[in-house]
């Protein structure tokens, strides 16, 4: 299946997520802060299939860590997640590098689908 870079902040929401997609077959590199994920990107020189990256965390937010992948891997699908509305507002910014924005918090089957909506844009 695909190659997921999952950079999420939060260990439970992090770990649910991953499993979610490991269940659909797919292969999850996990990363627990933008600049991190930004750094994994950067070792695989951008060959994942997907991000999928919450908005707000602490040392490099979602949407900087889009805005500095799509400079390096502009045909990276980038999919973004947030429980904040004034961070959904935000993410309209990038809207040309992105895939969408995923509600927080999420069920299994909503996020699965929402990947999966994602990989096949």
Do not use: N, W
């Not at 997921?4 to 269940?23: G, K, P």
């Not at 077959?25 to 997907?50: F, P, T, W």
């Not at 973004?80 to 004034?86: D, I, R, V």
């Amino acid at each position: 299946m695909a190659s997921i870079l999952l950079v999420e902040d939060d260990d439970s929401v992090r770990t649910f997520t991953a499993r979610a997609l490991q269940i659909d077959g797919h292969s999850v590199d996990q990363a627990e802060d933008g600049d991190i994920g930004l750094a994994r990107a950067a070792e695989k020189g951008g060959a994942y299939d997907l991000v999928l990256s919450d908005i707000r965390m602490p040392a490099m937010d979602g949407i900087a860590m889009a805005t500095e992948m799509a400079k390096d891997f502009p045909d990276l699908k980038i999919l973004l997640m947030t429980g904040y509305a004034e961070q959904r507002e935000r993410a309209r910014e990038v809207s040309a590098i992105i895939v969408d924005v995923v509600q927080k918090p999420f069920t299994l089957a909503e996020i699965r689908s929402a990947v999966s909506r994602a990989l096949a844009a």
